[in-house]
Each structure stands twice: as structure tokens, then as C-alpha cells.
């Protein structure tokens, strides 16, 4: 079961000038208890003693694949049990800060910050209690592409390009670009940047997926119009050696092409850019496709190979993936939207307003989203569309 919010969960703020109140104090320390049977902690605490058992034995790591999945395992719930113990000891020490205010020892400052700390915990652990889905935990692979308008929409791609750079950084990703296309005259064409090394990059940035529309003055128009461009984000989680996705080798082809930019040192005079191609062939109704994916990252062919390969397969479990929820969301009658290319988010610069067409959220800090700052975006998406645990 989820520990799904009450509507207003988290909002119950402190007023200016006020110290919290002993509801207030109430609601976080419920919260925390609701967490605790959620996310059966008792139960977790055996089961990570059990599984770290195993690392232990001594021909764990003669098996190194097997090693891995069962190394991963322990760190998933080592992960919730460290999350819970950091919501009860901001419980527990803001119950001491409002106790120990009555007696004078402490002041109305340090039980704010208490209570300000708590509340952080307890959302970020409610919030990922909501991924519950097995990519969630996932790194991810974050394409973009820009619609039509020419340079203008190229441009917007490169906006959104930095506004996710941004928000991996700030939440511990590494963000590697495998390929990049020049716009014509400014921005990009497109873009593919594998995310990895933080928390759960494919769960919170699952909720980015569909068409994201600019509407502003354009720097680009002689006349000052108005304009309104396009650009589509598809994000699908990125497969490590732990997970089998099965390749059919009579079906792979490759091209090779010189990598490197227009000129000058950046110009790879070897071929060591890969074009890969793969027929792919529906399971269910037998249509046939051809996917491309082409990758400069490295300056060693059989690297660029090597990781063409991994986003290969990370295309085809997100493929996969995808018509299980397309079944998932048959079963919640349509509550949740599957349609991946929806236009989902509108950035209008000049009203200074973001809105997101699927759950309303909306901001007039453009610059801070601009920056990366799209949390409020992510959790209001997660917040509407809580995953289904699976059996």
C-alpha cells in the first residue's frame, strides 16, 4: 500500500511571525508512524539482515553478475531503512525542541528549523514511497528533440537540454551526452544524455516525457513577434548488466562515420562514430521498425559500439515496459495517461507563468525552472499518478 499525501499534506506551513503549533507537531509525528507501517520497517530490518547474510558467504563474488543483483538489492533496502531512520529523528528531536521551548531551553527559531527539516524528510521519503514501479530506481537515457520552427525550436531544445543538465546536478547525477546535433544556426537538432549515479533518475524524470511548449518573443524574429515552439522529451530507463534484454544478432546492422564538430581539433579524422540499426519486430501485432541510434561519445570505436548496444537495450525494455503500463493504466480505466507524445507542459516567458496541463501545477518562476528547479513538477505529477505496486 502507498503512502499516498492527503490533499494539502505538507502545506501546513508556519505563520509568519508564529511558532509551529502543537497540530502541527502532531502531523509530523502521524506522518512519521504512517511511514513506519507503509513501508513495513520492521520487516525490511530482517529482510536486509537476511540478504546482507549472503554477501558474506565465501564464494559470493565467484558468480560476479549474480554478486552484482544481490549487492543491489541490499543497497535498495538499505536505502528506504537509512530514509525512515532520518524522518524518526527529525520526529524525535523536533518533539524534544518543542518540549524543551516550554522550558525555556531552546528558542522559537531552533524549533522552526526543527520542524522545517522534518517536513523535508517526511515528503521526500513520501514522495518516493510513490516509486513503486521496478524501472523507478533506474538511471535513464533523456533524448530530446526539436519540433518544427527551425531555429527557434532548436534553440528551445537547448534550453530544455541545460534545464535538465541542471536539476541532475543538483541532485547528484552524472549526465553523459552519447550523441548531439547542432541546430542550424543556434541550438540543437537533438540531443541523447545518459543519467546516472543518484537516486532514481528514471522515476522522477519519468514524469517529464511528452511535447514541451515555449511560448515568447523570439530572439530570432526580426519583427518581435510572439512565436510558439515545440520540443518532445522521451525518457526510458537505462539497463545495466544486471537486467537480460534479449538482442536478436541477424537483425543488427552498423554504419560508421567520422565524429567531432564542424572543424578545426574537434574533428575525429578516424571513423569511430557508430550507427547502429536494429529491425525490430512488434510481438503483438507484427509490425516492423527500424530503430537508430547513433553514438559519438567516445573517441574508441568499440566503446561508441559497447554503449550504442546499452541504449539498444534500454529502448527495448522501455518498449516493453511500455505496454505493461499501457496495460496497467487499461485496469485504472484510463485515470492515467499513456500517450507519450502528448503535449504535457507550457512555458510562456512573456505572462511569466509554467503550467503543467496534466496535473494544473504551475509557477511564475520561469527563471528558477529554467535553472533546473522542476521538483514541485515532478512531485505533482508522482502525487496524481501514484504507481501501482506490483504483485
Not at 513520501?126 to 538511471?139: G, H, I, S, T, W
Not at 537483425?251 to 567520422?258: C, E, G, M, P, Q
Not at 559519438?296 to 537495450?313: D, Y
Amino acid at each position: 500500500m502507498n503512502a499516498r499525501p492527503k490533499k494539502g499534506a505538507g502545506c501546513k506551513k508556519k505563520t509568519e511571525g508564529k511558532m509551529i503549533t502543537a497540530e502541527q507537531l502532531k502531523d509530523v509525528l502521524q506522518r512519521a508512524e504512517q511511514l513506519h507501517h507503509y513501508l513495513d520497517i520492521d520487516k525490511k530490518k530482517i529482510e536486509f539482515e537476511e540478504e546482507d547474510l549472503r554477501t558474506q558467504a565465501p564464494d559470493f563474488w565467484d558468480d560476479p553478475k549474480r554478486a552484482q543483483e544481490q549487492m543491489k538489492k541490499v543497497k535498495d533496502i538499505k536505502r528506504w531503512l537509512d530514509g525512515y531512520q532520518e524522518v524518526r529523528m527529525c520526529a524525535d528531536e523536533l518533539q524534544l525542541a518543542f518540549d524543551f521551548y516550554h522550558d525555556e531551553m531552546v528558542t522559537e527559531e531552533e524549533v522552526d528549523e526543527n520542524y522545517t527539516k522534518a517536513i523535508t524528510a517526511i515528503e521526500d521519503l513520501e514522495l518516493k514511497n510513490m516509486l513503486r514501479q521496478k524501472e523507478d530506481p533506474m538511471d535513464c537515457v533523456l533524448k530530446i528533440n526539436s519540433g518544427a520552427g527551425g531555429t527557434e525550436s532548436q534553440d528551445w531544445a537547448s534550453m530544455l537540454m541545460r534545464m535538465y543538465m541542471r536539476w541532475a546536478e543538483a541532485h547528484g547525477h552524472k549526465v553523459t551526452v552519447s550523441n548531439l546535433q547542432d541546430g542550424d544556426e543556434a541550438g540543437i537538432k537533438s540531443v541523447t544524455m545518459e543519467i546516472e549515479g543518484g537516486e532514481y533518475a528514471y522515476g522522477y524524470l519519468k514524469s517529464e516525457n511528452g511535447v514541451h511548449r515555449l511560448v515568447r518573443v523570439s530572439p530570432f524574429n526580426a519583427q518581435g513577434k510572439r512565436m510558439t515552439s515545440f520540443a518532445s522529451v522521451f525518457v526510458s530507463p537505462l539497463v545495466d548488466d544486471t537486467i537480460e534484454v534479449y538482442v536478436d544478432p541477424s537483425k543488427v546492422s552498423w554504419d560508421l562515420f567520422r565524429s567531432g564538430g564542424a572543424g578545426g581539433q574537434n574533428v575525429n579524422k578516424v571513423e569511430t562514430g557508430v550507427r547502429l540499426r536494429y529491425q525490430y519486430t512488434d510481438p503483438d501485432t507484427g509490425e516492423e521498425e527500424e530503430i537508430l541510434i547513433e553514438n559519438t561519445e567516445s573517441r574508441k570505436q568499440l566503446e561508441n559500439r559497447n554503449n550504442a548496444m546499452r541504449l539498444l537495450k534500454s529502448q527495448l525494455y522501455d518498449r516493453a515496459m511500455k505496454k505493461r503500463l499501457e496495460a496497467q493504466a487499461k485496469i485504472e480505466a484510463g485515470k492515467k495517461k499513456i500517450e507519450w507524445g502528448s503535449q504535457i507542459r507550457s512555458y510562456v516567458f512573456d505572462d511569466r507563468r509554467v503550467k503543467d496541463h496534466r496535473t494544473n501545477f504551475q509557477t511564475s518562476d520561469v527563471d528558477a525552472v529554467m535553472d533546473g528547479k522542476i521538483d514541485g513538477f515532478i512531485k505533482a505529477y508522482l502525487m496524481e499518478f501514484p504507481a501501482v505496486e506490483e504483485a
